[in-house]
């Protein structure tokens, strides 16, 4: 079997061949739909094509292929009627566009983030353990140790103040699709880093590591798919569509639950899951809404913050007043992990 190195440049041919067959595809959901039978014939196609793309590695062509595989699920199955270019498709789509830049910004905060976390002690806590492990119960215990961890990230985005002013920036879209799962403010995608930190201090390989990360961005995007399975029988036992939508609706009912990523079990563990038999969500976004367009909401969060200034200028009670912000943010932690009322 022929390996493909990095340096091999064989993209760029099997980009336009693949380019020739996915035009038509991208460009016929913008035409006026003439009905089911044509999407199920698109579907097969996407398929097709999906199947030429697997060999091929850019950034472009995963798109292009996460393109396929969702978008004829979603006009065959659609949860929500809404077209393919709904409103602020172009602020996801920039998004998506600028996603490796921005998560470039994040990586330095992330490296920041990691230490200050100490979830790396845990991590070095497990690490004989881990070691003496064989290969098959180590990479289950490697799957539940990340998924509990972003669990928990997760869950402090929401519930503490301070990190819900970036984690809101993805939860305000009106519209799931799958390209709304691109909008993410990159200082709200660092809060990935301290899971990936505990798996390698737990003696997990950078690459098993890198490969959870990538997976969970890629299911992510399927569940926020516009389809209308519920898969009851699955929503238990792995995350859906369904689950998810529930986690963004804007809805009293379903505030601060379903966290997981990969595993209902966590929301199951810390009674945050919440399903409803005979409803569905209906209203997504959040209270207050954000501006329109990508550069606003990057600033958002940051909009009224104190001005640091003062801080760097006089460093000694600059420092207090961090520690004291510190103290505060892990008091509101203890508060969200007890389902206590988190005070600002
Ligand atoms: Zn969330
Ligand atoms: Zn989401």
Redesign the pocket.
Known sequence: MKIRRSGDDKSGPLVHRVFMLVTPLLAAPLRESSGRRRWIGRTVAAMGVTAVLAFDRSPAVGLAALFLIIVPFEKLFPRHRQKVRRAHLGTDMAYALVSGPLATIGVVVGVFLSLVSLWWIPGLMLRPLVGAMPTVPRGLLGIALFDLAIYWA?RF??EVPFLWRF?RI??STEHLDWVSGFRNHPLDGVLVAPAFVLLLAAGFSAKFSGALLVIQFATGLFLHANVRWRWRWLQKIVITPEFHHW??ANMACSRNTN?STLLPLWDLVFHTYSISADDRPTVYGVDGGVPAGILAQLWEPMRDLRNPWPMLRHPRSGLRELRAMAARGVRQMVASARHRPVTG
């Open positions: 997760h985005g929401h984690h993805h939860h986690h963004h966290y």
